[in-house]
């Protein structure tokens, strides 16, 4: 699964870093339940084969469903049966014999479907039950997490047709234990079953299910029964449905059918949207040495998904963010998404997590799935960025180098397993092993953990086994340091010089309750004209390494490879940046020293931003950009040119775009033909650069361009208009955001109220802060966000009012009056959140 925790991620920024209200935030405290130990759920029966008949209730939003489940017991003898069945209406339990069905003794209680067989079965002896159903998932009382946010299973999608602008659909989403809640199954990733699934909808749908298309019946009712059969076994957590008024456009590997469902509007974009897919299937067959392992692969675009997407066995389902046209696949793709799921299916799909406690056995392989695949397809720079954001995006959720554990033996929930550790770090603690064993043993140990464990289920022991009997080596210390233990090394790094010896001494500064780290460096020392290469081994908390030298070095490069999953904080100085920035270019350091001339704002850096104008990489363009010093003379008159020439013809639209943006922040009219230009461009980024340039050049101009865009680009500029609406917060402009607020549209939403709530603390009308703040509660609550947002949603109403408090203190009349009102509307929208 890509959580999309991501776009949550951008929420919380956008509500609550614009202003003063990040220095207020507390870390998430810690549950409290963290002594549970969470075993690996035991095996009394296993699932062998599922055979689902089911059609749909448009109206009532159920599901009736015919179950054929066939079992054995895994080892010792038993004469009882427990299924996860939630929130179900439970018809009829038989056991199926040659000669008709057997009734069956059971009880359904607590979302348990607990059933007495005929006889004692052992292992040896396999039983089928049958099972009539309806499934009500929209009766189900379920609770979801930060990355998956909700969690019941079957979802219909505007199934009255009542909503104009959103097509009818069905899909499911079974992770983690979501699948029970429209079949009966045992709901647990240890569990490994072949399946056949029919599903009887009106004919004008298309259907899409795992494994192959096998039949299609056409009945007398206008409806159609499609029968898709899967011959391998795999998870119940990866079966899948999807119903609706897809596009098929058919693409091939080897000659199995890759396949990608749309909506007809976006079906003409559909080769460039996936079309890398069967290059994709091709990369990661060679690499891993299996070739891709099922009978097709199928992604399918839905509606109102609760995550990112997701990694059903030959069906992937992706969040409506990757169905683009041509024009908005001008400014970006959601590639790293399609590699990530399509990894999963042989980390998670052929080869499982044996429990949720190892989720990192599937995510933080997708995830690393992700990094190398950019490097395959655009080159090193281009992997080493991925690895970078990666990197920063876990350090960005921890403080003092504390984080949980890898394999993740005590948690509160399942579904707190899926953070910024099992994604984001457990990929590049991948990246650093495959570093230290050099590419062809770690891509062979792949291979063996893969084909030892072949439709089965996985943990990290298996896989560390695997790299020990391809390398010859202990790989214990390894694993327990980064999979047993938590936290990561924040190294405070001295570099010194002095009697002909360079100097390094490293401390390792994080929580005493973090774990001392052993971490093999390569060190660049370049000196003289000349780099030399150490390689030094850090294992306590303090130690000091000295090297001959022949001269004052112009830079130590300390993790030439960047492979140290941790932080590190050291003295180089100015001139150490800017030799950096020119020798020694890997991605990190050419970001590294970009940031740290933006921060000391020095004019000497300066000259550095300039070259950074023509990096290759495009953020670093941008970044470049932002950094210029457009007031010094000398940079300006150097900058103008490339900046223009950067507006107009970048290929990267972020760079154009805030090239764009820079030109208009000097102020100079003579850019207001830039801006006119830029609004007529095909790029919806670079069209909104244009309008917040010309609001800046000429307002009046502006509002009138805006004016005259159509209403599609309008709607692509959500985040761009909210922003201009803050600097211009009328009573009038509310609007906007309001009807953004009611549609339900998660990604129109996360795209505008961190804007909305700016715009709120702008504008001076009471009635608007009344409604605003109503408009955001409904929208959180729409999206079952409060849990993950009413913490810091209080934090931010709390310090707003106190700001509205102080500056009625110095207001007089009607001013003040407005001001005390809006300062009491916030402080009890503050209040109200912190009973929930």
């Not at 897809?246 to 079906?267: A, W």
């Not at 655009?378 to 970078?388: F, H, I, N, P, V």
Request: no cysteine; net charge neutral; proline share 3%.
């Amino acid at each position: 699964m890509n959580k999309k925790i991501l776009t949550l991620g951008v929420l919380l920024v956008s509500v609550l870093t614009t202003g003063s209200v990040l220095a207020q935030q507390k870390p998430e405290e810690k549950p409290a339940n963290l002594s549970v130990y969470r075993v690996t759920a035991p095996k009394i029966n296993d699932l062998i084969h599922t055979k689902l008949d089911v059609s749909f209730d448009y109206a009532k939003r159920y599901l009736y469903g015919k179950e054929w489940v066939t079992l054995k017991p895994h080892f010792y003898p038993t004469d009882s049966l427990t299924l996860d069945a939630q929130g179900m209406d439970i018809k009829t339990v038989a056991l199926v014999g040659a000669k008709g069905n057997t009734p069956l003794k059971y009880s359904y209680n607590e979302n348990k479907l607990r059933i007495t067989l005929n006889k004692t079965y052992t292992n040896a002896e396999k039983f089928t039950v049958y099972i009539a159903y309806t499934a009500k998932p929209d009766e189900l009382k379920v609770k979801g997490s930060a990355a998956i946010t909700d969690a019941k299973g079957l979802y219909f999608i505007n199934p009255d047709g009542t909503d104009k602008k959103k097509p009818t659909q069905i899909w499911t989403q079974g992770e983690t234990e979501s699948s029970s809640a429209w079949f009966p199954t045992i709901d647990k990733p240890d569990q490994k079953t072949t399946q056949e699934i029919s599903m009887t909808v009106q004919s004008k749908y298309t259907t899409l299910s795992n494994g192959k298309l096998v039949s299609q019946k056409t009945n007398a009712n206008g409806t159609r029964t499609d029968t898709w059969k899967m011959d391998l076994p795999h998870s119940p957590y990866l079966f899948m449905m999807a119903v609706g008024a897809f596009k098929i456009t058919k693409d091939t590997y080897k000659g199995k059918e890759v396949n990608y469902y749309l909506e007809p509007k976006y079906s003409p974009y559909a080769k460039q949207i996936f079309g890398k897919t069967p290059d994709m299937m091709k990369f990661y067959s060679t690499i891993l040495g299996v070739d891709y392992p099922w009978n097709k692969y199928s992604q399918v675009v839905a509606r109102d998904y609760v995550s990112g997407a997701m990694e059903n066995t030959t069906a992937t389902l992706h969040g409506e963010h990757v169905q683009k046209t041509d024009r908005e696949l001008l400014d970006g793709n959601e590639e790293g998404t399609i590699a990530h799921e399509l990894f999963h299916q042989w980390f998670g799909d052929y080869v499982t997590a044996e429990s949720w406690s190892n989720l990192t056995m599937n995510e933080s392989f997708a995830t690393f799935g992700e990094v190398i695949w950019h490097g395959h397809d655009a080159g090193q720079d281009a992997e080493d960025k991925s690895r970078y954001e990666k990197l920063q995006s876990y350090i960005g959720s921890t403080k003092n180098g504390e984080s949980p554990v890898l394999a993740r033996f005590h948690y509160a929930d399942k579904e707190d397993m899926f953070d910024n550790v099992s994604y984001a770090k457990g990929s590049i603690i991948l990246y650093a092993m495959k570093n230290q064993m050099g590419d062809a043993a770690f891509y062979k140990g792949l291979n063996k953990y893969l084909t030892t464990n072949a439709l089965k289920n996985g943990e990290t022991h298996q896989l560390r086994l695997a790299m020990e009997d391809v390398t010859g080596k202990d790989w214990s210390p390894y694993f327990n340091q980064w999979y047993y233990n938590g936290g990561h090394p924040i190294l405070a790094v001295d570099f010194g010089y002095g009697n002909g010896k360079a100097t390094i001494k490293v401390k390792q500064t994080q929580d005493a309750s973090v774990q001392t780290f052993t971490l093999p460096v390569k060190v660049d020392i370049y000196v003289g004209g000349k780099k030399i290469r150490k390689e030094i081994v850090i294992d306590s908390r303090e130690q000091s390494f000295s090297f001959d030298v022949s001269a004052k070095p112009d830079l130590i490069d300390f993790d030439v490879d960047k492979i140290i999953v941790g932080e590190i904080n050291d003295n180089k100085v100015a001139e150490n940046y800017y030799f950096q920035y020119k020798n020694a270019p890997t991605y990190a350091n050419r970001i590294e020293a970009l940031q740290f001339i933006m921060q000391s704002k020095a004019k000497s850096g300066q000259q550095i931003l300039l070259l950074g104008l023509k990096d290759k990489s495009g953020d670093l363009r941008a970044l470049s950009i932002e950094g210029l010093n457009l007031e010094d003379a000398e940079i300006k008159a150097a900058a103008l040119p490339i900046l223009l020439q950067l507006a107009k013809t970048d290929k990267d639209t972020e760079v154009r775009a805030t090239a764009i943006s820079k030109l208009a922040a000097t102020g100079d009219v003579a850019y207001k033909a830039l801006m006119n230009e830029s609004i007529k461009d095909r790029s919806y980024k670079v069209i909104a650069a244009g309008i917040g340039g010309l609001a800046k050049l000429a307002p009046q101009e502006a509002s009138a361009a805006l004016a005259s865009l159509d209403q599609d680009t309008k709607d692509h500029m959500a985040s761009s208009i909210a922003t201009l609406y803050i600097s211009d917060p009328k009573d009038e402009n509310q609007a906007f955001y309001s009807d953004i607020m009611a549609t339900g549209d998660r990604n129109k939403i996360f795209a505008v109220i961190g804007q909305y709530f700016q715009y709120l603390k702008a504008n001076t009308n009471p009635a608007v802060t009344e409604k605003g703040l109503k408009d955001i509660s409904n929208a959180i609550e729409r999206l079952s966000l409060q849990k993950y947002l009413n913490k810091q949603l209080a934090l931010a109403y709390t310090a707003t009012a106190q700001g509205k408090s102080q500056q009625a203190a110095s207001a007089g009349g009607e001013a003040k009056a407005n001001l005390t009102k809006q300062a009491d509307l916030f402080k009890k929208a503050a209040v109200d959140l912190g009973k929930e």
